[in-house]
């Protein structure tokens, strides 16, 4: 076999292992929105016309204790923000752990920030 077909056959390899990455995080990412979208806007379901409130975009409201995220007021304190960043980062956490840990992904050439 030419040294030509080895290297055809390696990034043929390379290019479909890329995919499966790109592939991979895709649904990380669809994985993460839904937990994402509970802490950030709520309770659909219980919450009439609340798509077209954009008090519940933002970040300077937080829920009224006790109303199972279906009632906001204008806080400052952002707990709401916080509660999404804290679920955003508790997935991944358990992403990370799921797939052998940080430094699992560091002998990979995956690196987040702090790491």
């Not at 409201?61 to 916080?82: A, E, H, K, M």
Request: proline residues 4%; glycine residues 8%.
């Amino acid at each position: 076999m030419k040294i030509e077909a080895y290297v055809n056959a390696f990034n043929e390899i390379a290019n479909r292992y890329n995919n499966a990455v790109n592939r991979a995080l895709v649904e990380l990412g669809m994985g993460l929105h839904p937990p994402q979208d509970i802490e950030a806007h709520g309770n659909l379901r219980a919450i009439p016309g609340h798509a077209f409130d954009m008090r519940f975009d933002n970040p300077n409201y937080d829920w009224v204790l006790g109303s199972n995220r279906t009632r906001i007021v204008s806080s400052t304190n952002q707990r709401r923000l916080q509660a999404t960043e804290a679920t955003t980062r508790n997935y991944f956490r358990q992403f990370i752990c799921q797939i052998g840990g940080a430094d699992n992904l560091w002998r990979r050439g995956i690196h987040f920030p702090g790491n």
